[in-house]
Nanobody
Framework: VQLQASGGGLVQAGESLRVSCTGS????????VGWFRQSPGKEREFVAA????????TYADSVKGRFSISRDDDKNTVYLQMNNLKPEDTAVYFC???????????????????WGQGTLVTVSS
């Protein structure tokens, strides 16, 4: 599957933003999907993931209660709704996909097979 992320931008602290990722190729519903992010000088960090058919959703502690991942398989799209954004959320956000259910529950970036190109989210204080 090919993944294309969009929707990044510049917002102020406390505001909200939604990024999207559209997949093409094989049936999107067969994939676990998720989001990672990477800030300058830092390692890539897990954000959130959702398995096939919405069976399980996982969030990093740093975003729990503020971010929400959802998917619309009819539109081949996964969303990341980000509320109450903080300057430390500034990063390039990457969408990811993998055929395995188990990958949809893991924080390990090396387990994810497919990566989108990333979209930049900047949060000013």
């Amino acid at each position: 599957v090919q993944l294309q992320a969009s929707g990044g931008g510049l917002v102020q602290a406390g505001e909200s933003l939604r990024v999207s990722c559209t997949g093409s190729g094989r049936t999107f519903s067969l994939y676990s999907v998720g989001w990672f992010r990477q800030s300058p000088g830092k390692e890539r960090e897990f954000v959130a993931a959702k398995t096939q058919h919405n069976r399980r959703t996982t969030y990093a502690d740093s975003v729990k209660g503020r971010f929400s991942i959802s998917r619309d398989d009819d539109k081949n799209t996964v969303y990341l709704q980000m509320n109450n954004l903080k300057p430390e959320d500034t990063a390039v956000y990457f969408c990811v996909g993998d055929e395995r259910y188990s990958t949809g529950t893991t924080y390990r970036s090396e387990e994810w097979t497919y990566w989108g190109q990333g979209t930049l989210v900047t949060v000013s204080s």
